[in-house]
């Protein structure tokens, strides 16, 4: 039976309110909460559209190609200006700025920009990605791609959208015929059944694999049905909080390597539509691609 906690959370001179409904221990979040992620992916969009195609700085991170810009700063002041105008008390996790750590039980993970290569390349596959973790639980989530105008948004047991449309996962059934993607780490891991070694595995027997430079976007469009499967070997938090949780509530499976349940707090990544997953997770782990009954 669903039970009302209405409670009133004063910030600075500011009250909020903001609604809790609770069910068969599943917190939902309504209201304000929601509000400010979307007003958030927002605002770091704008600055994204603001520097698309123009002049901005670049410099480097790890990697000569692990790229941060001018933009990316902007888009992440923008996000904090409106998460901390409501929620000044919040734990955040950014990619640019890290761990800003308070004792809540709520925490925001942040990509300011995810795929800032393509970004600094003028290519539109580029995005704001938000995780909203509530004690350890990922409770909503929003990626926002604004040159493509592909808004993305998922709430724990309420499904997945993509601007407003429900979505789901695709109902492929052999990996043989799927259509995967992925994404290669600046810093290039040598090791056995490394990138490399999976990517060309899966070419070889004619499986399309793609290399779109977001995770994000990755895990977005694997919710969408667009692609059957994604893997990657080195992600941050930032670059899955958000579409880890999309393609869950999308009806998809996501997991480590060895199968076990998806954190953002390890790198390693292995999400799809459920039916291949098994059969994928397989060749992961150093088995040739076989047909889907042989696997």
Not at 160 to 185: H, M
Not at 220 to 242: I, M, Q, T
Request: charged share 20%; aromatic share 10%.
């Amino acid at each position: 039976m669903l039970q009302l906690i209405v409670f009133k959370a004063f910030y600075k001179e500011k009250a909020a309110l903001i609604c809790k409904i609770k069910t068969n221990g599943i917190l939902y979040l309504c209201g304000m909460l929601k509000t400010t992620l979307l007003n958030a992916v927002n605002a770091g969009a704008n600055e994204i559209r603001r520097y698309y195609n123009g002049s901005f700085t670049i410099s480097n991170k790890e990697g000569i190609n692990n790229l941060v810009t001018e933009a990316d700063h902007a888009s992440e002041k923008a996000i904090f200006d409106v998460i901390k105008k409501e929620f000044p008390n919040h734990f955040i996790l950014s990619e640019e700025t890290g761990e800003i750590v308070t004792n809540s039980e709520y925490k925001w993970i942040i990509d300011p920009i995810d795929g800032t290569v393509n970004f600094a390349n003028g290519i539109p596959l580029c995005c704001v990605s938000i995780g909203v973790e509530h004690n350890g639980k990922m409770v909503l989530g929003a990626v926002y791609a604004p040159i493509l105008n592909e808004m993305y948004f998922a709430e724990t047991k309420k499904g997945a959208t993509l601007n407003d449309k429900k979505i789901q996962v695709s109902n492929k059934q052999e990996l043989v015929k799927s259509c995967l993607v992925t994404g290669f780490p600046y810093t290039y891991l040598d090791s056995p059944n490394g990138p490399l070694q999976i990517f060309e595995k899966l070419i070889r027997c004619g499986i399309p694999v793609r290399r779109l430079g977001s995770a994000a976007i990755d895990l977005c469009w694997v919710a969408a049905g667009r692609f059957d499967g994604f893997y990657e070997h080195k992600l941050a938090a930032w670059d899955s909080a958000a579409g880890f949780l999309l393609v869950k509530e999308a009806g998809g499976k996501i997991t480590d390597f060895k199968g076990n349940d998806f954190s953002p707090y390890q790198p390693h990544i292995l999400a799809t539509n459920g039916k291949i997953h098994e059969q994928l997770q397989a060749v992961v782990n150093g088995a040739q691609v076989k047909n889907a009954s042989s696997l």
